[in-house]
């Protein structure tokens, strides 16, 4: 699965740290987020995409792999 959340991260200028701390999970969640090692529960995918304005699937999307 790919996401931007990397890129809409870094356009809003913020830290992996800050990032976390603004959804309640750690750095290293963020870090294996972005780096595609660790999907998100669905909790916390709509958490990002409140934070970032957008919906799950403009974060989020299945490969061709994945479907």
Known sequence: MRNRVRELRTDREMTQSELGD???VSRQTINS???G????????ALR???LFGTDV???????E???
Do not use: K, N, V, W
């Open 22 to 24: 603004a959804l309640g």
């Open 48 to 50: 990002i995409a409140r």
């Open 57 to 63: 699937e403009g974060i989020f999307e299945m490969e």
């Open 65 to 67: 792999a994945d479907r």
């Open 33 to 35: 987020i972005e780096g």
């Open 37 to 44: 090692r660790y999907l998100p529960s669905l909790p916390l």
